[in-house]
């Protein structure tokens, strides 16, 4: 679950306005989030214009990766699954492709079949017992990044098994914003950020000049930053998992499934990726989750560009090699 507020750990963003170049705001509901959309510009009717720019492409990246619409491309792959392949645009070809190999390096932690799951973890207060070990393993017997088979020649996508699926719940938001951001690029719009319910990309300057900045709420105060970042053309994704989890026999089960072994992932409250797009970011904070906070962060320190913040499940701080804190507050740092 990707959240824009989290108790642990919260992202905020200081900003500033000049006199000339001002910052518009809009507030939508796409893809059954929130979406934050704010560009610099030096007039309303050009921030007007932008921020309509935005919401067209982030409706039409919806419309492609849907997999309730069941005239969408993705609807249509996981309609012949089993069956035949599906040709399909190459923006969604890519996409897969994309997630097949962030699949490779988390080894299985990210993995877009997780649509094939049955959900027999409920997590709203009606579960009274917990799923037998027959049940868990048969619940991802259709799951596997390796069942997607792409050909590129004929720019196909064929899912092996009947009853798979794929779908892009934990990168769809990443790339829409990723999308949005480069559309308003190409249209000459020097500064903006779009925050797809914590699926964050900024790029270019606040009015002041200034960079835009990234705070971190103090976990013991609320009303006060624990530290804060400068976010220079570049991705910031939190996730977290505080909101739904439940408790059996005093353990608690967290709602982000491990899509390999169909158990909920354990140790981690939230997980803050930085990356030069959101996409990546929003596929690693969901796999540092299923990884764990020291495997997660030995694949982040591999990765050029990319950084992350992790608090467990104890309140301990982990963090990469390049993250550097500025006015750390009784930090347990680890």
């Not at 988390?106 to 579960?127: C, P, R």
């Not at 020097?190 to 797809?196: P, V």
């Not at 409250?269 to 990546?280: D, H, M, Q």
Request: proline letters at 2%.
């Amino acid at each position: 679950m990707k959240i824009p507020f989290l108790i642990f750990f919260q992202i905020i963003l200081i900003q500033s306005v000049s006199a000339q170049d001002k910052k518009y705001d809009h507030v939508l509901k796409q893809m059954g989030s929130r979406f934050d959309i704010s560009v610099v510009a030096s007039s309303e009717e050009k921030g007007n214009k932008y921020i309509d720019i935005a919401i067209t492409e982030i409706k039409r990246i919806e419309k492609l990766i849907s997999s309730w619409d069941k005239h969408s491309e993705t609807s249509k792959i996981n309609h012949n699954a089993g069956i035949k392949p599906v040709k399909v645009s190459k923006e969604l070809f890519d996409l897969i492709n994309r997630s097949i190999q962030v699949s490779k390096i988390t080894n299985g932690a990210f993995d877009i079949s997780y649509a094939s799951m049955d959900e027999i973890w409920k997590f709203d207060g009606t579960m009274t017992e917990i799923p037998s070990a027959e049940a868990i393993k048969k619940s991802v017997e259709k799951v596997g990044y390796k069942n997607i088979i792409l050909n590129d020649n004929d720019q196909t996508v064929f899912l092996k098994h009947k009853g798979m699926k794929i779908g892009f719940g934990a990168i769809g938001k990443g790339y829409a914003a990723d999308k949005a951001k480069k559309l308003l690029q190409e249209k000459g719009v020097r500064a903006g950020l779009i925050n797809a319910s914590g699926d964050l990309n900024c790029w270019g300057k606040q009015p002041d000049g200034q960079s835009w900045k990234a705070g971190i709420i103090n976990p013991l105060n609320k009303n006060k930053i624990y530290s804060w970042f400068d976010i220079d053309n570049q991705a910031v994704v939190t996730s977290g998992n505080y909101e739904k989890f439940i408790y059996f026999d005093g353990k608690r089960y967290s709602h982000i499934i491990n899509p390999k072994t169909g158990y909920p992932a354990n140790g981690i409250v939230s997980a803050t990726v930085f990356a030069p797009k959101a996409e990546l970011a929003d596929a690693l904070a969901t796999s540092i989750f299923v990884m764990g906070a020291s495997v997660g962060i030995d694949l982040i320190n591999q990765l050029k560009g990319v950084e992350c913040v992790i608090i467990d499940d104890n309140n301990r701080i982990h963090n990469s090699k390049g993250i550097q804190f500025k006015n750390i507050i009784n930090s347990k740092k680890n």
